[in-house]
């Protein structure tokens, strides 16, 4: 059941009083106002954001933006890295010297001869077998031996460059002062060409490095303080190499090494 008022409960004229008569028992001094809601306040995150952009300009740094070129530098270092995962012929020429081999970076073997001399250079399970002639006997030493830890990265690329190539390349990691000066190409192949500045406390060099479109270094080539001039060309990639150790019997140990024979 509904109820229903027949009269308003207060007229207009009832309620302008009762409003009136409230004001007035208000204590002085106060004024009766309204305040607005309050605006609700929207946080902004202006450290996050700040931080974010911060690790978006590292990220650009390291990778670089969709479509750029990578620096000089970094396509020479992406060279070393693509020249070590195939097989290679290798003619390097020092001076008057000249070698010609072929090595593996994959199966760590290689092997080399000097052109002139005969004298020949096996590398074989992180060994190096050399003689000074065909009838010479072989001697032996570890691999990691024919270069002090210690090293600068100039003496390895010269005392490395005829034994572990891909060793010696390694050291143009280490090249900050490096640009493209321009194309390159050989037999079979175009690409560019990158010129650099090496010293250490001893000497120092300037050179060229020749990398072909598939990112390979196709030619290392230095001339040093002193006149010398060295020059590494890599050519005939993923030819078949095989080398073998030298017979035990043919095989004697090299500056005091313990003898293979009898290890």
Known sequence: MTYQSEEPIMNPEELRTLLVTATEDRPAGIKATFAPPARRRI???????????????????????????PSAQAQVVSAVDNTG????????????KHWEGAFDPVQDIGIITNTGSGS???????KMYSRQ????????????D??????????RLVKLSALDPQAALAALRTVTDVHESGSASGDGWTGKRFEFSLADANSSADGTVDVDDQ?????????????????????????????????????????????????
């Open 43 to 69: 946080p902004v995150l202006v450290p996050a954001l700040a931080a974010l952009t911060v690790a978006a300009a590292v990220l650009v740094g390291i990778v670089g933006l969709p479509g750029t070129t």
């Open 133 to 144: 002639d065909a009838t010479a006997t072989w001697e032996v030493r570890p691999l990691a």
């Open 85 to 96: 995962h195939d097989s290679y012929r290798l003619r390097a020429v020092t001076g008057e």
């Open 215 to 263: 990112g390979r270094v196709r030619q290392l080539d230095m001339v040093f303080d002193d006149g010398q001039h060295n020059v590494l060309t890599f050519s005939d990639f993923g030819t078949a190499v095989e080398v073998t150790a030298p017979p035990a019997d043919q095989v004697v140990a090299d500056s005091g090494l313990p003898d293979p024979k009898k290890s």
């Open 120 to 126: 020949e250079t096996r590398v074989v399970d992180g």
């Open 146 to 155: 024919a270069v002090p830890p210690e090293a600068s990265a100039l003496t």
